[in-house]
């Protein structure tokens, strides 16, 4: 595996900006360009680092899986709001 370390300026919503966030203002950010999006060769990308996240469908799927299991673990409401 190939990996690089590199120094960038990132632009990102911080905790109690999101935490308040209605849904569909969240749902928003997200369909929007907020946390990630499919550069011109079909990869999704972080759109604040601008690195891969995924080059095909069963690497989606993956990190779709992963993120399920994070859902599991995560609150329904938190002490920001």
Avoid: C
């Avoid at 595996?1 to 308040?20: C, H």
């Avoid at 907020?34 to 690497?59: C, N, V």
């Amino acid at each position: 595996m190939t990996t690089f370390k590199g120094k960038i300026d990132i632009e990102a919503v911080d905790i109690p900006t999101m935490a308040n966030m209605s849904d569909d203002e969240f749902r928003q950010f997200v369909k929007g360009d907020g946390l990630f999006w499919i550069d011109h060769h079909d990869i999704l990308r972080s759109t604040p680092a601008e690195y891969p996240l995924a080059t095909r469908k069963s690497q989606l799927d993956i990190l779709i899986e992963t993120l399920t299991e994070y859902r599991d673990r995560m609150r329904d409401e938190n002490s920001y709001r």
